[in-house]
């Protein structure tokens, strides 16, 4: 269409937005190589015995079912199971970070404290002050004579200058580079936040690595995020994501790494003393869009409330509808966006969808004290889902996710009491509001609607 409809420089345009077949076959084979490592780790001599073992005996409906909020787990905690090579485990510890400033701070005391090695995978990692104050952290642990691996993706650091990262390399630390671009491509971003210390610490969330998210930017102000630090075992499935990223670049290097006990130190186990949850990836590298069908799900599973906070909202057709079907059915909807976007398009976008989903009942905020770049998804105050993918196509079906699928009363309300102490910082959106919008604002919408699947 943009070809036809722009016969010269149409052409250029899909160059840098279209399908790129030869990528797909690449990725095909990384879904076999994952695939193959998991195989691999499961029957390394401490997991055969003990790990797989678990598995069987966790994911069944008649253990699902004896844990509390269990009418949210069962088929949930199978769909993730079987769809998403997600493990499940119960020995978990979380700490909630809510901003970036807490989140950087106890991300760089972990590093400081790591004894073995550490594991960096961030989506952007900025040349600035909080930039180069983590690559010196990383460099310092090289230095030590510590493992240390920094993974970035190409287009998310592409005018990055190769002297950001000389400190750590010149430390004796690696650098990796996900799909460097030949030329600026908006498609297939490693978006996934992952660090492992000594596989014994793991960080996953919304967070990049730059100004702006500890809240020194002018245009946004305070950085509001949703970040989590863990231990227990869920741990080891971070490191066994790392790997497979990790290895993806560095192909036939001798940079690459081998499964080994050191990387998956025990954990300690406890029955019923931690919090149970599930590390659930999707992108171009693996079978099915499983955080899309982990969100489905959690959608029809609810039966009191449904709370979402995400930066962008451009569902596709199946969330869509979940969510006017939760709304016309009586549960408590409700979604939180930024008031001051960092994409116009996708906002006007997203305004389009909100406008159908408030004829139905969905109760829509949008966030005033700042930028809102949290990824939350809360059901019945059960269970709920925190991680890199945003509500939209992009994050479900072009770029590589990964999410926390928690399944843990505690944690839940704790999101949802950060929700709604936001809600005091928003201005909502009305059907009122929105039907008296000026035409300007629809012309946008419209047209920013039709470019959806590529926002």
């Given at each position: 269409?943009?070809?036809?409809?722009?016969?010269?420089?149409?052409f250029?345009?899909?160059?840098?937005?279209?399908?790129?077949?030869r990528k797909y076959?690449?990725?095909?084979?990384?879904?076999?190589?994952?695939?193959a490592?998991?195989?691999s780790?499961?029957e390394?001599?401490?997991?055969v015995d003990?790990?797989?073992?678990?598995?069987?005996?966790?994911?069944?409906?008649?253990?699902i079912m004896?844990m509390?909020?269990?009418e949210?787990?069962?088929?949930?905690?199978?769909?993730n199971?079987?769809?998403g090579n997600?493990a499940f485990s119960s020995?978990n510890?979380l700490?909630l970070?809510?901003d970036?400033n807490?989140?950087f701070?106890?991300?760089?005391e972990d590093?400081?404290?790591?004894k073995?090695f550490?594991?960096?995978?961030?989506?952007?990692?900025?040349?600035?002050s909080t930039?180069?104050?983590?690559?010196?952290?990383?460099?310092k642990k090289?230095?030590e004579?510590l493992?240390?691996r920094?993974l970035i993706d190409?287009?998310?650091?592409v005018?990055?200058p190769s002297?950001l990262?000389r400190p750590?390399?010149?430390?004796g630390?690696h650098?990796?580079?996900?799909?460097?671009?030949?030329f600026i491509?908006?498609?297939?971003?490693?978006h996934r936040?992952?660090?492992?210390m000594?596989?014994v610490i793991?960080?996953?969330?919304g967070?990049n690595i730059?100004?702006?998210?500890l809240?020194?930017?002018?245009?946004?102000?305070y950085?509001?995020?949703?970040?989590?630090?863990?231990?227990?075992?869920?741990?080891?499935?971070?490191?066994?994501?790392?790997?497979?990223?990790?290895?993806?670049c560095?192909?036939k290097?001798s940079?690459a790494?081998?499964?080994?006990n050191?990387?998956?130190?025990?954990?300690?186990?406890?029955s019923?003393?931690?919090?149970?949850?599930?590390i659930?990836?999707s992108g171009?590298d693996?079978?099915?869009p499983?955080?899309?069908?982990?969100?489905?799900?959690?959608?029809?599973?609810?039966?009191?409330?449904?709370?979402?906070?995400?930066p962008?909202?451009?569902?596709?057709?199946s969330?869509?509808?979940?969510l006017?079907?939760a709304?016309?059915?009586g549960l408590?909807v409700?979604?939180?966006?930024?008031a001051?976007?960092?994409?116009?398009f996708v906002y006007?976008?997203a305004l389009?969808?909100?406008?159908d989903?408030?004829?139905?009942?969905v109760?829509?905020?949008?966030?005033?004290?700042?930028?809102?770049?949290?990824?939350v998804?809360?059901?019945?105050?059960?269970v709920?889902?925190?991680g890199?993918?945003n509500?939209d196509?992009?994050?479900?079906?072009?770029?590589?996710e990964?999410n926390?699928?928690?399944?843990?009363e505690?944690?839940?309300?704790?999101?949802?009491?950060?929700f709604?102490?936001?809600i005091v910082?928003c201005?909502q959106l009305t059907l009122e509001?929105?039907?008296?919008?000026s035409?300007w604002?629809?012309i946008?919408?419209?047209?920013?609607?039709?470019?959806?699947?590529l926002?």
């Amino acid at each position: 269409m943009v070809i036809a409809l722009i016969p010269i420089g149409g052409f250029f345009i899909y160059l840098i937005l279209g399908r790129d077949g030869r990528k797909y076959r690449v990725f095909a084979e990384k879904t076999r190589y994952d695939e193959a490592l998991l195989v691999s780790y499961l029957e390394m001599d401490d997991n055969v015995d003990t790990f797989w073992r678990q598995q069987t005996r966790y994911v069944t409906q008649e253990n699902i079912m004896q844990m509390q909020g269990a009418e949210h787990m069962n088929d949930l905690v199978y769909l993730n199971f079987f769809a998403g090579n997600a493990a499940f485990s119960s020995n978990n510890k979380l700490e909630l970070y809510h901003d970036g400033n807490s989140a950087f701070e106890s991300l760089i005391e972990d590093i400081s404290n790591a004894k073995h090695f550490v594991h960096i995978q961030y989506y952007i990692f900025r040349n600035d002050s909080t930039g180069r104050r983590l690559v010196d952290a990383l460099a310092k642990k090289a230095s030590e004579g510590l493992e240390v691996r920094l993974l970035i993706d190409g287009t998310g650091n592409v005018f990055n200058p190769s002297s950001l990262y000389r400190p750590l390399i010149a430390a004796g630390g690696h650098l990796s580079v996900f799909l460097p671009p030949h030329f600026i491509r908006l498609n297939f971003r490693n978006h996934r936040k992952i660090a492992v210390m000594d596989g014994v610490i793991g960080h996953i969330g919304g967070m990049n690595i730059g100004d702006e998210y500890l809240g020194l930017s002018k245009r946004f102000g305070y950085w509001r995020d949703t970040h989590l630090r863990m231990t227990g075992d869920g741990v080891n499935h971070l490191t066994l994501r790392f790997m497979m990223d990790w290895n993806f670049c560095v192909a036939k290097d001798s940079r690459a790494l081998e499964l080994h006990n050191k990387y998956f130190p025990k954990h300690t186990y406890v029955s019923g003393s931690g919090i149970r949850m599930q590390i659930v990836c999707s992108g171009p590298d693996t079978r099915h869009p499983s955080i899309l069908y982990g969100y489905n799900k959690m959608l029809t599973e609810a039966n009191k409330s449904i709370y979402i906070q995400t930066p962008y909202f451009v569902p596709d057709e199946s969330m869509f509808v979940n969510l006017r079907m939760a709304a016309l059915s009586g549960l408590d909807v409700r979604i939180m966006i930024p008031a001051n976007p960092d994409h116009p398009f996708v906002y006007w976008a997203a305004l389009s969808y909100l406008g159908d989903l408030l004829d139905a009942g969905v109760r829509c905020y949008e966030y005033e004290n700042g930028f809102i770049h949290s990824k939350v998804v809360m059901i019945d105050s059960k269970v709920c889902s925190v991680g890199t993918a945003n509500m939209d196509v992009r994050s479900f079906k072009l770029n590589f996710e990964s999410n926390a699928f928690i399944y843990d009363e505690q944690t839940t309300i704790k999101l949802e009491e950060a929700f709604m102490r936001d809600i005091v910082f928003c201005r909502q959106l009305t059907l009122e509001i929105y039907q008296n919008r000026s035409k300007w604002t629809k012309i946008r919408e419209s047209l920013s609607r039709l470019l959806s699947p590529l926002l």
